[in-house]
Structures are given as structure tokens and as C-alpha cells.
């Protein structure tokens, strides 16, 4: 992955979902050189944020072809482009279409000036797969599908260039692991969850990021690919046995074991002979279900 355009805007505070940092994380990393990216961009004095505003840079031509994540999409971008990005659990719903003109509406007004016209503008729809729902709010503007191959579509007649990229379909075509942990696939590359991971990390910062919609699911690919002696690795003694009833806690425990345990804590509390009857009677009791 490429160094971080220093041009970005991180505002991930206000991220609809767990999957959105790090999906902003994987655009950054993976748009061509010519392209910068900003995050969260506010596009009135209302809290309405667009998910990714994708910029044409002026000093440079396209190098699209450079590109290492949705490598089908960079050709098909204007100048300006508004992405917005449907996490794998949230799923499209029926009014996200409209909000995406909405947006593309709401920008077009505040930089009409520096645009030639609202062909420069285009408006990217980043989503798992094509759903009924999306159909029906293309079929209720009076547009239609058009499949261009490889998980990308367009809806000709919009009110804007307007382009999907089914993430689905495109990670499995693109052969990219590092997408395809922003779809519905299940089986995941650790190498992929190991950056994944890392891009969690700086997740716990974020005030309520155990609230965002799809936080469990997120965390669930994490732990995926890694066996239990690696996820307890990284957790003290104490941490791995909170929340455990005492007898959960000694499952496993051979009963000499148990008495031996027993006679370092009455070593430790200082108190002299032999154990109260009551601990050796649960002891007893212990020994006798024990195959």
C-alpha cells in the first residue's frame, strides 16, 4: 500500500460505520497518484457529510492505471467525484439513491464557480451487491442498470454521471484481498486482516466506536483467521478470566492441582492448619466426577 496522501482530512469521529475508517484507509492508500481523497466532507452547514470526495488533480494526467484498489473505477470518474460507500452489513436502503443526488445537488451549488459544468461532477455508489432495493430506487427515478462488466454499472439518463461498483463481484475480479474484507465474503487473508487490524487500533480512539453499526461484525472478521492462543496473546492473565465463575475458572484443573492452589493461598493469608472442612468437602466432591 502507498504512503498516505498528506492532503487528507480524517474526520473519522463522525463515521456512519465500524467499516468506514478503514475503507477510507483503503481508498487512500490505493487511488492512482493523480487522485487525492478527503474523508467525512461536509457539504453544507448541516451536518450531512458525503463519505468520499475524489479529486482530479490539476498538475499531473490521469494515472489511473496505477491504481491498486477498485481498479476499474479511476477510468470512469470525472474531475470531481462523490463516493458514497454501504458497509457489508449495513445494505443499501431504498432512500440512499436519493440522498446521493441530494448530495451531488448540494455540491454542485456550493462550487459551481470552479466547475465547467455538472458533467465534471460524478457520483460513485461503493456497495456489496446489486439488491432489490437498489433496483427499485433506480426503477422509481425512471432510470436503468447498466452492467459494464466486472462488478461496475452505471445508470445512464441520471442527473449526473453516476457509477456502482458492486464490491462483491469487483474483489473477486480484481483478485483483491484487501477489498473483499469490505464485502459479504466470509473467508478473509490474514494478511489482509492483519491491516485490518492495525487500522483498528486507531479506531479505539474514537469516542462510541462500540456503538457503530456493524462494530461486532468488524471485529469478527478480525478474529477470523486467528487460532485462541494468538487473540489471549494479547491480553494480560487477569483480563483472560474476567467475567468466568470461580468454577469456570478452574475447568481443566487437575485436583492435586487444585489443593495446590488452595495451600499457596492459605500460605499466602497466613493461616496455619489444615484447610476448613467445607473446601475439602467440595474438593471430595470434585474428585469423585472426575473420570
Same mark, same amino acid.
Given at each position: 500500500?502507498?504512503?498516505?496522501?498528506?492532503d487528507?482530512?480524517?474526520?473519522?469521529?463522525? /463515521?456512519?460505520? /465500524?467499516?468506514?475508517?478503514p475503507?477510507y484507509?483503503?481508498m487512500? +492508500?490505493? /487511488?492512482?497518484?493523480?487522485?487525492?481523497?478527503r474523508?467525512?466532507?461536509?457539504l453544507?452547514?448541516?451536518?450531512?457529510?458525503?463519505?468520499l470526495?475524489?479529486?482530479?488533480?490539476?498538475?499531473m494526467?490521469?494515472?489511473?492505471?496505477?491504481?491498486?484498489?477498485?481498479?476499474?473505477?479511476?477510468?470512469?470518474l470525472g474531475? $470531481?467525484t462523490?463516493?458514497?460507500?454501504?458497509? !457489508?452489513?449495513?445494505?443499501?436502503?431504498?432512500?440512499?439513491? !436519493?440522498?446521493?443526488?441530494?448530495?451531488?445537488?448540494?455540491?454542485?451549488?456550493?462550487?459551481?464557480? /470552479?466547475?465547467?459544468?455538472?458533467?465534471?461532477?460524478?457520483?460513485?455508489?461503493?456497495?456489496?451487491?446489486e439488491?432489490? &432495493?437498489?433496483?427499485?430506487?433506480?426503477?422509481?427515478?425512471?432510470w436503468?442498470?447498466?452492467?459494464?462488466?466486472?462488478?461496475y454499472?452505471?445508470?445512464?439518463?441520471?442527473?449526473y &454521471?453516476t457509477?456502482?461498483?458492486f464490491?462483491?463481484? $469487483?474483489?473477486e475480479?480484481?483478485?483483491?484481498d484487501?477489498?473483499r474484507?469490505?464485502?459479504?465474503?466470509?473467508?478473509? &487473508?490474514?494478511?489482509?486482516?492483519?491491516?485490518?487490524?492495525?487500522?483498528?487500533l486507531?479506531?479505539?480512539?474514537?469516542?462510541? $466506536?462500540?456503538?457503530?453499526?456493524?462494530?461486532d461484525d468488524?471485529?469478527?472478521?478480525l478474529?477470523?483467521?486467528?487460532?485462541?492462543?494468538?487473540?489471549?496473546r494479547?491480553?494480560?492473565?487477569?483480563?483472560?478470566?474476567a467475567?468466568?465463575?470461580?468454577? +469456570?475458572?478452574?475447568?481443566?484443573?487437575?485436583?492435586?492441582?487444585?489443593?495446590?492452589?488452595?495451600?499457596?493461598?492459605?500460605?499466602?493469608?497466613? $493461616?496455619?492448619?489444615?484447610?476448613?472442612?467445607?473446601v475439602l468437602?467440595?474438593?471430595?466432591?470434585?474428585?469423585?466426577?472426575?473420570p
Amino acid at each position: 500500500m502507498s504512503e498516505k496522501d498528506k492532503d487528507t482530512t480524517r474526520k473519522v469521529m463522525h /463515521a456512519a460505520t /465500524a467499516w468506514h475508517p478503514p475503507f477510507y484507509d483503503l481508498m487512500t +492508500e490505493g /487511488a492512482p497518484p493523480s487522485t487525492k481523497i478527503r474523508t467525512e466532507v461536509v457539504l453544507s452547514q448541516q451536518p450531512r457529510r458525503a463519505d468520499l470526495l475524489l479529486l482530479r488533480r490539476r498538475d499531473m494526467p490521469p494515472r489511473d492505471d496505477e491504481a491498486r484498489v477498485l481498479r476499474g473505477l479511476w477510468p470512469l470518474l470525472g474531475p $470531481v467525484t462523490l463516493a458514497e460507500f454501504k458497509g !457489508p452489513t449495513s445494505g443499501f436502503r431504498i432512500n440512499d439513491l !436519493p440522498r446521493l443526488f441530494t448530495y451531488g445537488m448540494q455540491y454542485y451549488e456550493l462550487h459551481m464557480q /470552479a466547475l465547467a459544468g455538472p458533467a465534471e461532477l460524478t457520483l460513485a455508489l461503493l456497495t456489496p451487491a446489486e439488491t432489490p &432495493s437498489l433496483l427499485a430506487a433506480i426503477d422509481q427515478m425512471g432510470w436503468r442498470l447498466e452492467r459494464l462488466g466486472n462488478g461496475y454499472a452505471r445508470i445512464p439518463g441520471a442527473w449526473y &454521471s453516476t457509477v456502482i461498483a458492486f464490491i462483491d463481484e $469487483v474483489c473477486e475480479a480484481e483478485r483483491d484481498d484487501y477489498l473483499r474484507l469490505f464485502s459479504r465474503h466470509r473467508n478473509q &487473508s490474514r494478511e489482509a486482516v492483519w491491516w485490518l487490524n492495525a487500522r483498528r487500533l486507531r479506531m479505539t480512539t474514537m469516542e462510541n $466506536v462500540h456503538e457503530l453499526e456493524g462494530y461486532d461484525d468488524f471485529v469478527e472478521r478480525l478474529l477470523s483467521t486467528l487460532t485462541p492462543e494468538e487473540v489471549l496473546r494479547h491480553y494480560k492473565p487477569e483480563e483472560r478470566l474476567a467475567g468466568l465463575r470461580p468454577e +469456570e475458572r478452574l475447568a481443566g484443573l487437575r485436583p492435586e492441582e487444585i489443593l495446590q492452589l488452595l495451600q499457596h493461598l492459605q500460605k499466602r493469608a497466613g $493461616v496455619q492448619g489444615e484447610l476448613p472442612e467445607e473446601v475439602l468437602q467440595a474438593l471430595r466432591k470434585l474428585v469423585d466426577k472426575t473420570p
